[in-house]
């Protein structure tokens, strides 16, 4: 009887704990807006680095500062906006310049997004999540205010021909900053999806956090995705001066994939069908691969809208979509690419890192390893266990094998045994391309401090978090302040590679639903 008693009370004991536990996983999925459960330890590696990425964000912010803890840094350009009585002080510089270029600041908070989306438990975790969140609301109050209309989108500050003619700290900039915008007359597709894409990505973030906020987001999203649609046009082709600088190829994958985050943000089946149907089969380029990028977005709407395969209900009509299932199809031809031991496999350096393009070389295989962690979970989570590459059979291990790869690369496993994340490890480059950096924070240049570029002396504040260019097609990298293609940082960059990272803190499922 008292043996009876005793396994009672364990049985009793057992089933609170699970109560318990199951308790906390809802609570940490709802917390994360999404972010899936943490089954193991972090990665201490993996979290050292992610919250040295993060650290980036703070060097770029401009406006009024809050909490600074860059030493070096402090407000510039509150004036922002002012001439159309907008404040815009707030958002990042694009990299070692003072320029805010709308187009790639949006990707950087689209990136920033579906890496809290899907990692927010893990990052939770790591305690960098709010660090994360901070820089994105840095970037969506700006973002917002530059959106005073139903067709009017503010898509840069500053004049970069006379921006990049001056070497001078942010926070004694005297130069006018005037204002570019999108109308219904000089439309701006691409910029205007693009910010679509961010507010709806965005508005899932801060769901659980911030209904009004969240609210105010999904509004301006469709109202910049209607814009975007009814006004094709890219911005370059209206603004040809700007295209020495982000030359948008097509606006059309970034309708695709501002409807692909419209569609989760809103469940609303018309977004979907948007992607799925004519619009897909005319610019999705579906069974042909390509690498993802602040350009190019075609991989990770594929991958998006793969995530609606995955987890669609057996015998639902989203099962069995042709449309979706051509998505699904063509983002497992982009895993292929990737995978080193593919029949179609890549080219990559005699270092391991897929090599794609010479100017910022890293940007290509770290959006393309965040890619492959994401479709590998998904894989994992729905319990699909094979990829097949043209007869070839491949696991979600294998994603995440070179996923993990192209990371550790980037942290200092490659021949020249340099981190290209600056800050973290021993040996990191020392004189990027970064005005605030390379100038002392007393010394007032003005215009002129160009003898601060040219000198070979290493830079007097750390850009902590900068992920540089990186290293030419033999692995080699030059470490001078005057080589941008190399040594130059970016803020989507550092968006790509927080997401690299917060993939990699833990083997780990996804929720099933972005939208809670």
């Known amino acids: 009887m008292a043996r009876c008693v005793r396994c009672c009370c364990c049985l009793l004991v057992l089933l609170l704990v699970a109560l318990g536990v199951t308790a906390v996983v809802v609570f940490l999925r709802h917390r994360n807006g999404g972010g899936p459960v943490i089954p193991g330890a972090i990665d201490r590696k993996y979290a050292e680095a992610l919250a040295v990425a993060l650290q980036f964000f703070q060097v770029q912010k ?34 070692g310049d003072h320029i805010k270029f709308g187009f790639p600041m949006a990707f950087t908070a689209t990136m920033l997004s579906w890496s809290v989306l899907e990692y927010g438990g893990p990052m939770q975790a790591a305690k960098q999540r709010d660090s994360a969140l901070d820089a994105l609301r840095w970037i969506m109050d700006y973002l917002l205010n530059a959106h005073p209309s139903a067709d009017v989108l503010y898509i840069q500050v500053g004049d970069p021909e006379a921006d990049h003619k001056c070497w001078e700290r942010p926070e004694t900039m005297s130069e006018k900053r005037p204002l570019t915008k999108i109308t219904a007359k000089s439309p701006g597709s691409d910029v205007a999806a693009e910010t679509a894409a961010a507010m709806a990505a965005a508005s899932l973030v801060y769901k659980p956090i911030n209904e009004s906020y969240s609210s105010s987001l999904l509004e301006h999203a469709e109202q910049l995705f209607a814009f975007a649609d009814r006004h094709r046009g890219a911005y370059t082709r209206t603004f040809p001066e700007l295209s020495k600088y982000y030359n948008s190829t097509t606006y059309q994958d970034e309708l695709l994939w501002a409807s692909g985050w419209l569609y989760h943000a809103t469940g609303n089946h018309s977004y979907l069908a948007y992607a799925t149907g004519k619009n897909g089969e005319d610019f999705a380029d579906l069974g042909n691969p390509r690498y993802f ?12 809208l793969s995530r609606v395969s995955f987890f669609a209900s057996q015998g639902s009509g989203l099962a069995q979509d042709n449309g979706l299932e051509s998505y699904k199809q063509t983002a497992d031809a982009v895993m292929c690419i990737l995978l080193p031991h593919s029949a179609t496999a890549a080219f990559r350096t005699e270092g391991g890192l897929l090599y794609v393009a010479e100017w910022n070389s890293l940007q290509h295989p770290v959006a393309s390893a965040f890619l492959a962690a994401v479709y590998s979970d998904y894989m994992l989570t729905s319990g699909k266990t094979e990829l097949s590459c043209g007869g070839q059979s491949f696991a979600p291990a294998d994603l995440r094998k070179f996923a993990q790869s192209q990371a550790d690369y980037v942290l200092g496993e490659n021949p020249m045994k340099l981190s290209y994340l600056v800050g973290y490890g021993d040996s990191y480059p020392q004189r990027v391309h970064h005005r605030g950096a390379s100038i002392p924070a007393d010394v007032h240049t003005g215009c ?12 007097p504040n750390v850009a902590t978090g900068a992920l540089v260019g990186g290293p030419f097609k033999n692995d080699s990298f030059v470490d001078e302040r005057e080589n941008v293609m190399q040594n130059e940082a970016t803020t989507y960059n550092s968006a790509l590679v927080v997401g690299l990272l917060s993939s990699l803190l833990t083997t780990s499922s996804v929720a099933q639903s972005l939208s809670w």
């Open 448 to 459: 002129g401090g160009q003898e601060w570029l040219q000198s070979s002396e290493p830079n």
């Open 293 to 304: 990028s602040w350009d190019d977005k075609r991989p990770g709407t594929q991958v998006l």
């Open 62 to 95: 401009s406006g009024k500062l809050v909490n600074n803890k860059i030493p070096w840094r402090g407000d510039s350009a509150v004036d922002d906006g002012q001439e159309a009585a907008l404040d815009l002080s707030k958002g990042m510089y694009d990299a």
